[in-house]
């Protein structure tokens, strides 16, 4: 698992910018958002963790359809569904998934102290919304592998990827954002929204690599 933990980050890095692109859309969403709302900063502070999350949820849905696109097309995908049991397919999605984080998700939420900031977000709330984005993103990218795996066969999945994705990630974006709300606003609670939205990465974490490898092999036959 660790060799190709190192395998899939390697690749990850080697094949394009992705991470940039994916700070860079970020940062525009970001960016954009006091033009719309106004220059009230005292709105911008109450938005301001919802608007963190929604822009790393869009941004770290850029590249989820590359997920298994370089396998396919070297051909190694093949030879993972014919030498692996379907449990085996399981774990290399996970790490795969792991990986995909590692290299384009987590630079989101290292940068997102710096665009809470912009927002005018008091320091307890950016390290909420930093906690919660570290904790909540892997199930995206959990849910995102599913997405991958029923468009990897096609030639322009993206949107599609996009589409079927969103919805999923929806309890997902709810606890987060009102777990970071919670920390700067009373009386809303910061532990039990944040439980949840751990308990609902564990469990896609589980769900998502099985569920993944059900469709990989599916669209393999």
């Known amino acids: 698992m660790l060799a190709l933990f190192r395998r899939e980050l390697q690749i990850g890095v080697r094949t394009g910018n992705g991470a940039l692109t994916g700070v860079l859309f970020f ?8 033009f719309g709302v106004g220059p009230d900063l ?12 929604i ?8 590249g989820l359809e590359r997920l298994f696109q370089a396998d396919r097309e070297d051909g190694s995908l093949d030879l993972m569904l014919l030498a692996d049991s379907r449990h085996m397919t399981a774990v290399t999605v996970f790490v795969k998934c ?20 912009f927002m005018n977000v008091e320091p307890v709330g950016i390290l909420a919304a930093t906690a919660t984005l570290a904790v909540g993103t892997p199930a995206i990218t959990f849910i995102g592998a ?19 994705v969103l919805p999923l990630t929806i309890p997902v974006l709810i606890f987060g954002v009102a777990a970071a709300r919670g920390a700067v606003a009373d009386p809303d609670p910061f532990l039990p929204p944040f439980l949840i939205l751990a308990a609902l990465m564990l469990f896609f974490a589980v769900i998502g690599p099985l569920a993944a490898s059900l469709a990989l092999r599916w669209g393999g036959d």
């Not at 940062?27 to 006091?34: C, D, G, H, Q, T």
């Not at 599913?146 to 990827?161: D, E, K, Q, S, Y």
């Open 27 to 34: 940062l525009a969403v970001v960016a954009v958002i006091p």
């Open 42 to 53: 005292n709105l911008l502070a109450r938005i301001g963790p919802a608007i963190l999350w």
């Open 55 to 62: 822009g790393a949820l869009l941004a770290g849905l850029l």
């Open 98 to 117: 792991c990986a995909h984080w590692t290299v384009n998700v987590l630079p989101l939420v290292v940068v997102t102290p710096l665009l809470g900031l």
């Open 146 to 164: 599913v997405g991958a795996a029923l468009a990897v066969a096609l030639p322009r999945g993206g949107l599609l990827v996009s589409v079927l």
